[in-house]
């Protein structure tokens, strides 16, 4: 049974989620700040997590951060009251697969979780690429510098998929909504940016892109 921990302060709404979930059949975890979380993690591996950021004992994205850096790459979508642009720009570059802001639609969210879930289990085939320094397994879900292993986001993963698969070829943000997550499902298109630059950040040496490149006007290219 596919398991999802909840990490929401308020009561009425951590229990209206697991509720609505558990009858679309998953099996939830309640946290109500980041110290049972962790606790959890320690504990359990759940295929998805559903994130505040306001907690009473942190900043949900600060703590998601620590998390990425720790090696974990379970899917997190954010859910939060906030709207600001900074907000979820600051969740995004975190490491969240996506976001929801309240007071959302439960069906929409759980289409969503769906969908995260369905992009975290897909596994192309065995191909390999190799770029710079970087080694790329897809079927293993691996990539490798010379010196570490590099984790990359369910969201990541497919967005360096989709990128070699059309490697020389230029994709708009567009074209990459509608593929990563469906053409309604995306509720700001700078989510890509973020995601790009993340990415970039991971698979490029240094500050300077040389093979995930911005086309001005246009969208992306991975230059191999």
């Known amino acids: 049974m596919t398991e999802i921990l909840i990490v929401e302060d308020e009561t009425v709404i951590r229990e209206l989620l697991s509720d609505n979930l558990e009858f ?12 049972m979380a962790d606790q959890l993690l320690s504990e359990i591996s ?19 951060k620590t998390w990425r850096s720790n090696g974990l790459q379970t899917p997190v979508i954010i859910c939060t009251v906030r709207d600001r642009e900074i907000d979820i720009i600051k969740a995004l570059d975190a490491g969240a697969d996506d976001y929801v802001t309240k007071p959302f639609r439960i069906r ?22 190799q770029i710079g320094q970087i080694a790329v397994n897809f079927s293993a879900r691996t990539v490798a510098s010379p010196d570490s292993q590099i984790s990359l986001t369910a969201t990541e993963w497919q967005i360096l998929e989709y990128l070699a698969e ?18 309604n499902d ?39």
């Open 186 to 224: 995306l509720e700001d298109s700078r989510a890509v940016d973020v995601h790009i630059g993340r990415l970039r950040k991971k698979i490029e040496a240094d500050n300077r892109p040389s093979t995930l490149l911005t086309v001005r006007g246009f969208g992306y290219t991975l230059k191999l």
């Open 24 to 35: 679309e059949g998953f099996s939830t975890y309640q946290a109500a700040d980041l110290a």
């Open 166 to 183: 059309n490697r020389n070829q230029v994709l708009s943000r567009d074209q990459i909504i509608e593929r990563i997550w469906g053409i």
């Open 46 to 64: 759940p295929s998805l997590i559903l994130l505040d950021l306001n907690l009473p004992d942190g900043n949900g994205a600060d703590r998601l």
């Open 108 to 129: 929409e969210l759980i289409a969503r979780i769906k969908a995260v879930i369905r992009r975290s289990e897909h596994k192309p085939g065995g191909d390999k690429l």
